[in-house]
Nanobody, 114 residues
Framework: VQLVESGGGLVQPGGTLTLFCAASENIFNFNAMGWYRQAPGQQRELVADINVGGKTTYAESVKGRFTISRDSAQNTVYLRMSSLEPEDTAVYHC?????????WGQGTQVTVSS
């Protein structure tokens, strides 16, 4: 399984950015897919995920600002991030779960700074 993230970059506070995670197989083969982030010196934390039934979960810090979605025809999961804050600066990793197996992408850097 390969997960390839893209869409990261530098954005000003209050700005919007969309991340993309392209999977090498049908995303419905997984129980859930999601986005995690890791800031320097911090542990990796869940940002948002979506299960095979479409149920979404968000970290409290991003509720109302971030939206996770998917396109099964493109085997892609998206993370739309708006009202970005400097505290959102981190490497964002795509994750896929199939039973007890976890798969990770290489990550994409998001930097929120003026």
């Amino acid at each position: 399984v390969q997960l390839v993230e893209s869409g990261g970059g530098l954005v000003q506070p209050g700005g919007t950015l969309t991340l993309f995670c392209a999977a090498s197989e049908n995303i419905f083969n997984f129980n859930a897919m999601g986005w995690y982030r890791q800031a320097p010196g911090q542990q990796r934390e869940l940002v948002a995920d979506i299960n095979v039934g479409g149920k979404t979960t968000y970290a409290e810090s991003v509720k109302g600002r971030f939206t996770i979605s998917r396109d099964s025809a493109q085997n892609t999961v998206y993370l739309r991030m708006s009202s970005l804050e400097p505290e959102d600066t981190a490497v964002y990793h795509c994750n896929a779960r199939r039973l007890s197996q976890l798969y990770w992408g290489q990550g994409t850097q998001v930097t929120v700074s003026s």
